[in-house]
């Protein structure tokens, strides 16, 4: 028989955004749970290195997302990992989230579900992805070892991956679409000192190539449309992120993308409902930041327990910017 829970709030998503609301919700005195299809911890987990979230010098992306977890559990959080989320209904005054597990009817509701590698979309990469094609450099960097990988993007996330596994590989070539990468300049300066890194700009991924296995990538030339070939064994697109929303699309507002828009409490377009974190519509994207939208989130949602509704007119409204 499906369990039934009835929760003040509840938490799609138990990354930085979802374990920070959770500490923040049941600090606040609401009985809270969080539900992750996936062990707790989110994007940070596979981080082989975290410099940027202050005070958590030596410590990697698992090491603090265990911490987070341990801190909810200090205050009373029930979690709810390993659940696949079958319907949301956000509309309704009372919230229900169905999982393959229970039934969880809830007052409000905070998405923190965060966002996943955006795909290439190019002919191999469905057909190659565990045989070559990896989104995880972490996961899989050791696989590689003495032999020669492909990054495709110029962001933060290409260029601290091809650091990663520029420890492992023979050879590392990261091919960008633009002539100059996006990634901050700390890491570009960083990325001189590897030998074994190339940067082939001006660059797309046409095709990827192979039989049982990734053997070469096909690029188009982005000036002239030429097309080259580029031996490679594996293959690891980090070109953005997209937002996971399957199963709330159309109930609250989304951009284009699919990001959630919010105000700035968190409140998305319905009451009683909340995120934070990479699924919205934010200008950063980071642990630090997932952090502060998961309290900010948590004692907005706390508020509009205690007062029914929070009404209070606030000054700015990302929509409106
Ligand atoms: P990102 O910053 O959005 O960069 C994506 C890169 O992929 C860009 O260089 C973009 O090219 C390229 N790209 C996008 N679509 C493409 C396509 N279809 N084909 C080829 N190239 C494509 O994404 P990210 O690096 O994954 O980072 C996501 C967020 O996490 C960012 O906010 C980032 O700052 C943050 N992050 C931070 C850190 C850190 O601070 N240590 C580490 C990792 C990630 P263009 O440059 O031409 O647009």
Redesign the pocket.
């Known amino acids: 028989m499906t369990k039934v829970y009835d929760f003040d709030v509840v938490i799609l998503g138990g990354g930085p955004a979802g374990l920070s609301a959770a500490i923040y919700a049941a600090r606040g005195n609401v009985s809270t749970a969080v539900i992750d299809i996936n062990p707790f911890g989110g994007q940070p987990s596979n981080?082989a290195a975290?410099?940027?979230y202050p005070g958590s010098i030596n410590t990697d992306g698992f090491e603090l997302m265990e911490k987070f977890e341990e801190q909810a559990d200090l205050f009373g959080v029930q979690k709810f990992p390993m659940q696949e989320i079958l319907s949301v209904d956000l509309i309704s005054e009372n919230k229900v989230i169905l999982t393959t597990e229970a039934r969880f009817n809830a007052k409000t509701v905070i998405i923190a579900t965060g966002a996943q590698?955006?795909k290439?979309?190019v002919k191999g990469e469905k057909e190659f992805t565990g045989c070559g094609v990896s989104y995880c450099a972490v996961c899989d960097g050791a696989f590689y070892k003495d032999k020669i990988v492909t990054v495709?993007?110029?962001?933060?996330?290409?260029v601290?991956e091809a650091m990663y596994l520029a420890r492992f590989a023979s050879k590392v070539f990261i091919v960008?679409?633009?002539n100059e990468?996006?990634?901050?300049k700390i890491?570009q300066e960083r990325l001189k000192i590897f030998a074994n890194i190339e940067l082939i700009y001006n660059s797309?991924?046409k095709e990827i190539v192979g039989e049982d296995k990734v053997t070469k990538v096909i690029l188009n030339n982005t000036q002239n449309n030429n097309l080259s070939e580029l031996e490679t064994d594996g293959v690891f697109p980090?070109?953005?992120?997209v937002p996971n929303v399957e199963k709330i699309a159309g109930q609250v507002k989304q951009d284009a993308m699919g990001f959630i828009f919010t105000d700035a409490t968190l409140k998305t377009s319905v009451e009683g409902v909340y995120a934070a974190g990479d699924v919205r519509v934010t200008p950063?994207?980071?642990v630090i930041t997932a952090a502060a939208d998961g309290a900010v989130s948590a004692v907005y949602a706390v508020k509009y327990l205690e007062q029914g509704k929070y009404t209070t007119p606030l000054p700015m409204q990302i929509e409106q910017l």
């Open positions: 981080y975290l410099e940027n590698a955006k290439l979309g495709v993007g110029g962001g933060n996330s290409a601290e960008h679409r633009r990468l996006r990634a901050d890491l797309t991924v980090y070109i953005g992120m950063l994207r980071q």
